[in-house]
């Protein structure tokens, strides 16, 4: 199906009404006039993703299990989403001001600008649904996104496909929020599929303490030595993250300023890859296979994502290339990382219910961590792994994130968002792909009655040619990339790659599982 055409049939949105008294002398010619005079300033994350070579956008799909009822699904829009506060205000700048900065103004919400229902070429949805539907979310990142309202779209794809009975689109632009706050805002307009009235259930806290003993008494002598060697090992893990995090930042600020890039590879973009169409395509995967590999390995999940992802990586590598496996090439991932407490789902609920800010943080506030990933063909297929364990253990031991974050606030605030957006923009274009994983609820939910069997996130809009999204989902991850379609024609083949080294991996852990039972000795 083509892109345009798929546009061409949307229907025809109805104008927001305004009242241009109230826009308090704000006035701009991407945001017009706004109804309210409640207002605050963009966030500095926020003003980046303004910069035309960071125009970028959040689009995450939600498979349903039942047809889509859109006046039930409008009168829970309303309900929810439309009365969050940055979902019901627009941003506004007064030009006449020098150094004005945009702000974020109330405005009346109209929904025919934001639910919107495709009038699909009913052929091609039924001849290949899966492609229809991966065909109309793709093109919608060549598509405007209208600033004169609040910055976010539903997209309603009412017909079957492999996977669900029906599916919609959630499309925002990044400087309403960063992904954890957006994932954690749609899970408060869900509820739990076993009680509709209560909302879902999140994976606690990962706790690091371990049982609890009696301690016998000891001589004071002995407590003396415990507590000088207790202070010895902490002087020495802070000498050590200091180091850590000084390494980091150094090699991040020689990414950012031209000095240290990445190899040009068949898995990097071109110039201007942010200003091109991206292809969404994702894939299943059991998460039960995932943390099978990750009680064999005592390790994270994360960390069995990491070494799947650079299995996967390797595999496509090598078979583009045709090169031996004589030496290795390490690409570089640019992580976000969210550095602001997200608020819980029943805090986000009632911010929603009474649509007024009640203390929730909210935005954006992200540090950049660079990530490496080692391509090398390795006869175990465990040691992808390792090598992750060993990259996400050293990460850990490092401020890199919070020192990348506070370092590009200082260069805004002394030099302007300008400078601030060609430092992201040189580390982005010096490193190779962008990496996240998010953890979402472990049962299922409803979104207006309808439960939802999958959820896809993705983005676009930044200078990256491969993005590589994970989100859990009940018993599942879903394996979500994001590509410049011209970089990777056969992206189909790079999904079978992550699936394939998955079940490689888990055959693998299973041996080793089974080995260890046996008593037979084992490899590091």
């Given at each position: 199906m083509d892109p345009g055409a798929s546009a061409a049939t949307l229907r025809k949105r109805a104008p927001l009404s305004v009242d241009t008294a109230a826009a308090i002398g704000f006035g701009s010619k991407e945001a017009g006039a706004v109804t309210a005079v409640e207002e605050e300033p963009v966030s500095p994350t926020g003003r980046l993703f303004r910069e035309p070579s960071f125009r970028c956008h959040i689009v995450a799909v939600f498979g349903l299990a039942a047809p889509v009822d859109v006046p039930a699904l409008r009168d829970g829009v309303a309900a929810t989403l439309a009365r969050h506060p940055r979902f019901c205000s627009v941003q506004v700048l007064d030009e006449s001001k020098k150094d004005a900065r945009p702000k974020w103004v109330r405005t009346v919400v109209n929904l025919d600008n934001h639910i919107v229902v495709p009038d699909l070429d009913p052929a091609a949805t039924s001849a290949d649904p899966d492609k229809a539907l991966e065909d109309y979310v793709s093109s919608l990142s060549s598509r405007p996104m209208d600033h004169s309202v609040p910055l976010w779209e539903l997209h309603v794809l009412d017909f079957p496909t492999a996977e669900a009975a029906a599916a919609v689109a959630l499309r925002v632009h990044h400087s309403v929020g960063d992904g954890v706050s957006m994932l954690s805002l749609f899970m408060a307009c869900t509820r739990s599929a076993a009680d509709p009235e209560a909302l879902p259930s999140l994976p606690p806290a990962r706790r690091r303490a371990g049982p609890v003993h009696a301690v016998p008494r000891r001589p004071s002598g002995a407590l003396l030595l415990d507590a000088l060697a207790a202070l010895g090992a902490w002087v020495v893990a802070l000498l050590v993250l200091a180091w850590h995090t000084a390494v980091d930042v150094a090699l991040f600020f020689a990414t950012a300023a031209s000095l240290l890039g990445d190899a040009r590879t068949v898995l990097k973009g071109e110039e201007g890859t942010e200003f091109w169409p991206r292809r969404f395509v994702n894939r299943t995967l059991s998460l039960d296979d995932i943390k099978f590999v990750k009680n064999t390995m005592s390790c994270t999940v994360n960390d069995v994502l990491l070494g799947m992802t650079s299995a996967a990586l390797s595999r496509y590598y090598f078979r583009k290339t045709g090169e031996s496996d004589s030496k290795g090439v390490t690409v570089r991932s640019a992580v976000l990382v969210n550095l602001r407490p997200t608020p819980g789902i029943q805090t986000l609920a009632s911010m929603m219910e009474t649509s007024k800010d009640n203390g929730a943080r909210w935005g954006n506030k992200i540090g950049y961590m660079l990530i490496p990933f080692h391509l090398a063909r390795h006869d175990d297929p465990i040691e992808y792994v390792r090598r992750a364990t060993k990259v996400a253990r050293r990460k850990k031991s490092s401020m890199e994130s919070v020192f990348t974050f506070w370092s590009g606030d200082m260069v805004l605030k002394l030099f302007g968002i300008k400078a601030a957006a060609a430092l992201c923009y040189?580390?982005?274009?010096?490193?190779?792909?962008?990496?996240?994983?998010?953890?979402?609820?472990?049962?299922?939910?409803?979104?207006?009655?309808?439960?939802?069997?999958?959820?896809?996130?993705?983005?676009?809009?930044?200078?990256?040619?491969?993005?590589?999204?994970?989100?859990?989902?009940?018993?599942?991850?879903?394996?979500?990339?994001?590509?410049?379609?011209?970089?990777?024609?056969?992206?189909?083949?790079?999904?079978?790659?992550?699936?394939?080294?998955?079940?490689?991996?888990?055959?693998?852990?299973?041996?080793k599982s089974e080995a260890a039972q046996d008593g037979t000795p084992i490899p590091s």
């Open positions: 040189n580390m982005f274009t010096h490193t190779t792909l962008s990496f996240s994983n998010m953890v979402g609820p472990t049962e299922q939910v409803t979104f207006c009655r309808n439960p939802i069997v999958y959820i896809a996130p993705g983005t676009y809009g930044h200078p990256h040619a491969l993005t590589i999204h994970y989100q859990s989902y009940m018993n599942n991850v879903k394996l979500v990339l994001s590509v410049d379609e011209s970089r990777f024609p056969d992206c189909h083949q790079l999904l079978d790659d992550f699936a394939e080294s998955l079940r490689l991996i888990r055959e693998a852990a299973s041996r």
